[in-house]
DNA sequence: CCTGTCACG
DNA sequence: GACGTACGTGACAGGG
């Protein structure tokens, strides 16, 4: 007999009980691995709740928990700021989605969800046909968007307050009965779901309109006749927008459901299901509780005992093994694939391509893994074995699905933002998907994991990190593609081999993230991960796949006039020594110098060749017409060996631009580093070496902005340290070298000399970096007793530096690590250690906390930008350290340089209130060197 | 592969 | 009292 008279049916909303679940417990996780579970327990603790509570007489009939599935639904389509505003689903309760689904099946209560469509959706459809059967009807859900279904049998339950809303319910929420729900909802909009509605008009004012006209529609056909004069513009001016919200917040009472009301009955438990499912889990008290009442044994659940602090992990239960891993050669099979991660909610994936420039490398396969020993490798472009030649053959090798239907199977799961992706340095494997059309997300990154945790212990390599914290040595590249002349490209790799290498790869990754992930908690840096770690990630990708224009003539012009000029000064120079040698080499440089021409002061370094760095030429230039030529033929030789002839390299061919590659977890203090090539370190002190930025261009109708933090560090130093006449000196806007000079020489501002200033300069920088009387004297070329005599006196005047300095070092020894302002963390392992090694670590970790806060700063500006930049002719194309560089349509200018410089000058809010102004300075030109 | 040198912040 | 010493990077050339 199918649903009719006398039947009940509970309609469980199930993303509300997630949510509650989540939000109600703290995040718990699985003692065995790690994985957050606190929304699952809680989960279950409510459905266990809702059975107990629903055996008596009014006992449901038909039961079923209803899900959200896919975030993009017919909705989307409407309207593209539907629930626009919604914040990302956290972190750590992406992965336990599936989990949920998987507990109300062990629960045996029907689970239901519909591709495309709100849970809200499914349930009216559900709701609609079972009133029209005769039956009875509970939602429990307190979503007020499901109200208008109220009525004729329908009621809701609030299971928090334990409250049924009926019609009467419903008009006292609404100020309407169900069946006008949605033109008040229409009315007022929505602001948790974005819809827009009529603006300025609430509940309130659209209940009383609608029980005035009687309806939307006529409300809206006669809105002249409405006496207030602001309200009737507004619903004639908004008239489309109104009746948009309205089709918005109704919902669809019939989806294409592919089950009936009847598949829907009330099931008792079955223990051999349910058991397992919460052993699993992991959740004594559940089990044993639900093991009493179904009277069955209670399944004993080892007490695994976690690794306390930073210890090691007990050593992988599970083994590598490649012969676990599978090769997926067809559709079917990657299908099958794509249906275990959606089971999951989280991939570890891995890219294989022809080379380490992601700009230019090609896809050759994709690894994937779910679980510890469980990967796959998917090859899509290798090489068939070449039978003769020399050369591989262009054909493609057997048993590999193409590149596209990959491509295209692929794409929903690695941009499903219920689906979590981890890498290791996902940035190469993101910018690789890019170039195929899919933009991955949302991703983790176990190399960040690792550096937001770490940062100053080790470095974060996927082999390093597997040897430390797995215990296992990964399979080495090195003999699948031989190396110098003979190497070749992973595309020639047999599939065989690269199965076994890029499958554990994959596997390595996955089990890297259960173990450092849950850590990042202990180590007290999740928000330094989540919020300047993981969000670099796209928009740094972005940044290099656009690159920067770099003009070849100008390179070469430049190149080529350095070559003439050193082949002068190379004469000269052997004339000079009489004899020719190579100027370039430092060995017979020393030879020529102390040997040959016997000049004093030649010192010999550990090697035995004596040294001959610019400072030591620079002595002798005074003296010597020699060293002075090699000097300036080394200057000419840098410009030319590594900016003019090897940028000219790195020109790509197909975009004619040069795209450089930051590591983001390169420095120690928070730092990014700059790649093949390195743009941060681009002349600019010298005229000569300045003129390389000349290169460096916008396209035609295109300027290049330039904007920088003005004395940053120093501004963090003042805040930090908490010096006072520092701080005024930058709220008053002062020349702070100057300041300093006049404070510590007790000369006027108006007195001061440009040689005092410089002295003073060298003085700040010398703070930053932990100063010492010897460095200072070696900067300033002046006596070690004079440098100190300075800085005694600096520490005088500015005592508060000296203690920022004592505080820092002991912190440094009682923790191991300092901290920036953000709370990211550099350890400092070394601090303890005696001898000269005791000075370096002491410097370093008085810099690390004022280097690590600017470059948090501008991290947090990078990560902002993107978004206050959209839609603007702008992109941002650089970052050297306290710079940002952008390529600007010359009408947007003006805009662009208010709109970042807001950006960079409040980004230590509001997570850090400064208490100096930042300052940014902003130029522009045609070329860098006019910009800067 | 290591060292010295030098480009940047 | 002696010991070396400014902080953080990356690329290139020479030379084993």
């Not at 639904?73 to 689904?101: C, G, H, S, V, W």
């Not at 629960?107 to 079972?130: M, R, S």
């Not at 699993?280 to 602090?309: C, N």
Request: hydrophobic share 40%; net charge negative.
């Amino acid at each position: 007999m199918g649903f009719g008279k006398g039947h009940h049916l509970h309609l469980i909303d199930g993303s509300a009980f997630i949510f509650r679940a989540y939000h109600a417990l703290p995040p718990l996780t699985r003692k065995s691995d790690g994985l957050p579970i606190g929304a699952v327990s809680g989960f279950c603790n409510m459905l266990h709740r809702y059975v107990e509570a629903n055996t008596g007489a009014d006992a449901p009939t038909h039961v079923a928990v209803i899900f959200d599935k896919g975030s993009h639904t017919f909705r989307n389509d409407m309207y593209d700021q539907y629930k626009a505003n919604r914040e990302e689903m956290p972190e750590d309760l992406r992965p336990q989605i599936p989990l949920t689904r998987r507990a109300t099946e062990a629960f045996n209560i029907a689970c239901k969800e519909l591709e495309g469509y709100e849970a809200d959706d499914i349930i009216a459809t559900l709701a609609v046909q079972a009133r029209e059967a005769g039956g009875r009807v509970t939602i429990i859900s307190s979503d007020k968007d499901l109200m208008q279904l109220v009525g004729g049998g329908v009621e809701m339950l609030d299971a928090m307050k334990n409250t049924r809303i009926d019609r009467e319910g419903v008009f006292e929420k609404f100020g309407v009965y169900p069946e006008h729900v949605v033109d008040v909802q229409a009315l007022a909009g929505d602001s948790v779901d974005n819809v827009p509605g009529a603006p300025g008009i609430g509940i309130k004012t659209a209940a009383l309109l609608i029980n005035e006209y009687g309806s939307l529609e006529e409300l809206l056909d006669r809105a002249e006749e409405i006496k207030q004069p602001k309200r009737r513009q507004t619903l004639i001016d908004h008239r489309e927008q109104i009746e948009l919200s309205k089709k918005l917040v109704t919902l669809d009472d019939k989806t294409p459901i592919d089950f009936t009301l009847d598949d829907l009955e009330v099931k008792e438990p079955d223990p051999e299901v349910l058991m397992p499912f919460l052993t699993e889990m992991e959740f004594r008290t559940l089990t044993k509780r639900l093991a009493d009442q179904l009277g069955v044994e209670a399944p004993v659940i080892e007490a695994t005992v976690q690794a306390p602090g930073d210890a090691p992990e007990e050593p992988e239960t599970v083994p590598f093994d490649k012969a676990t891993y599978t090769r997926v050669g067809d559709r079917d099979a990657l299908q099958g694939w794509i249906e275990k991660i959606n089971e999951r909610g989280y991939v570890a994936v891995d890219t294989e391509t022809t080379g380490l420039n992601e700009m230019i490398a090609d896809l050759v396969g994709i690894s994937l893994c779910v679980e510890a020993g469980e990967a796959c490798y998917i090859p899509l472009t290798h090489r068939a074995e070449s039978g003769e030649g020399l050369f591989g053959s262009d054909e493609l090798a057997e048993g590999q699905m193409p590149l596209d239907e990959a491509i295209a199977l692929l794409k929903p799961v690695l941009e499903d933002p219920a689906v979590l992706k981890i890498g290791q340095n996902m940035k190469y494997d993101a910018k690789i998907f890019a170039r195929y059309g899919i933009d991955v997300a949302p991703i983790d990154d176990t190399m960040l994991i690792s550096y937001a945790q770490h940062a100053g212990l080790h470095n974060h390599s996927m082999d390093s990190l597997s040897e430390r914290y797995l215990g296992h040595t990964p399979i080495p590249i090195k003999p699948l593609l031989g190396s110098g002349k003979s190497a070749i490209t992973f595309d020639k790799v047999k599939i065989e081999d690269a199965v076994a290498y890029a499958a554990e790869d994959a596997d390595i990754t996955l089990r890297l993230w259960q173990t450092l992930k849950p850590r990042l908690h202990v180590a007290g840096t999740t928000k330094v991960y989540e919020r300047m770690e993981r969000p670099l990630v796209p928009v740094l990708a972005q940044m290099e796949r656009h690159g920067i224009k770099v003009d070849r003539d100008t390179l070469s012009r430049m190149s080529n006039a350095f070559a003439q000029k050193m082949a002068g000064l190379e004469a000269e120079i052997h004339e000079l020594a009489g004899e020719t040698f190579n100027v370039g080499s430092p060995k017979q440089l020393g030879e020529i110098l102390f040997d040959k021409m016997g000049l004093e002061g030649g010192k010999k370094g550990k090697t035995g060749a004596y040294a001959t760095g610019a400072d030591v030429l620079e002595d002798l230039a005074t003296t010597h017409d020699l060293p002075a030529r090699v000097l300036d033929w080394r200057q000419l030789s840098k410009l030319k060996s590594t900016y003019t002839d090897s940028l000219q390299e790195h020109i790509n061919p197909d975009t004619g631009r040069v795209h450089t590659s930051y590591s983001i977890a390169g420095a120690n203090t928070g730092r990014l580093a700059s790649t093949d090539p390195n743009l941060q370190n681009i002349p600019v002190r010298t005229e000569e070496g300045r003129r390389i930025r000349e290169a460096f261009v916008a396209e035609p109708g295109n300027v290049l902005v330039s904007l920088d933090y003005s004395q940053i560090e120093l501004r963090i130093l003042a805040h930090i340290a908490g010096i006072d006449a520092l701080k005024e000196a930058f709220r008053d806007g002062q020349d702070i070298h100057a300041a300093t000079a006049s404070e510590m020489f007790n000369v006027p501002l108006d007195e001061m000399t440009p040689d005092v200033r410089r002295q003073a300069k060298a003085i700040n920088f010398g703070v930053i970096y932990g100063i010492s009387g010897f460095g200072l004297a070696r900067n300033l070329r002046i006596p070690r007793a004079e440098a100190q005599g300075f800085i005694d006196r600096y520490f005088e005047r500015f005592p508060g530096i000296r203690d920022y300095m004592d505080a820092t070092k002991s912190f440094a020894k009682e923790h191991l690590y300092v901290e920036t302002l953000f709370g990211r963390k550099i350890h400092t392992p070394e601090i303890g250690a005696k001898g000269p090694r005791a000075g370096f670590a002491q410097r370093a970790a008085i810099n690390a906390p004022i280097q690590g806060t600017a470059a948090d700063i501008i991290r947090r500006a990078m990560i902002r930008m993107p978004d206050a930049i959209e839609g603007k002719p702008a992109k941002m194309l650089l970052q050297v350290h306290d710079e940002l560089l952008f390529e600007v349509a010359e009408d947007g200018v003006d805009d662009l340089i208010a709109t970042a410089r807001e950006v960079m000058e409040g980004a230590a809010d509001p997570a850090v209130k400064l208490d100096v102004p930042l300052i940014v300075d902003a130029g522009r030109g045609a070329n860098w060197a006019e910009a800067h």
